[in-house]
């Protein structure tokens, strides 16, 4: 992908899924409703989840070794910040890319989220609202990193 707005068409027609042991198979699209999230939402009495990847920061693809490692390093810091989450995954509809493990973060606000796709690169989150069809929002550009886009100092929330 050239551009940052190549980037987000992509990620408006790409489907996500999450993983849930109570509801199963959670799929999420941009621009439409997600029944099955909005019944997970209710069950724990919340109110919005937003899908976050660590993944090939802004476009750039990394190894799998690379991948890997940015993304347990998201896990840690949503485990330290003591978020709920399940494991999530983006898939290009187009079949271009290969699919991108992300997590469904519950009870996160908008402006955190969009924190969480700063620090980790990405131009772009998926942010849902209970009984609102899910919005992509634009993170702004990334904070200080390392060549392989980790950050380079703490995540200061």
Do not use: H
Request: proline fraction near 6%; glycine fraction near 8%; include cysteine.
């Amino acid at each position: 992908m050239k551009t940052k707005d190549d980037r987000i068409r992509v990620y408006r027609k790409a489907a996500y899924v999450a993983f849930s042991d109570e509801v199963g198979e959670i799929a999420i699209q941009v621009g439409r409703p997600a029944p099955q999230l909005d019944k997970l939402l209710r069950s724990k009495g919340l109110k919005t989840a937003a899908l976050v990847t660590a993944y090939n920061p802004r476009g750039q693809v990394l190894s799998a070794k690379e991948n890997s490692l940015r993304q347990r390093e998201l896990v840690r810091t949503m485990r330290a910040l003591r978020y709920a989450w399940i494991e999530a995954e983006g898939r290009d509809a187009a079949g271009l890319w290969m699919p991108e493990r992300s997590v469904l973060i519950f009870g996160i606000d908008r402006f955190t989220a969009i924190r969480f796709g700063q620090e980790f690169g990405q131009p772009a989150i998926v942010f849902c609202t209970l009984g609102k069809p899910c919005t992509l929002v634009r993170s702004p550009g990334p904070s200080a990193r390392d060549k392989t886009g980790s950050p380079t100092r703490p995540l200061l929330w």
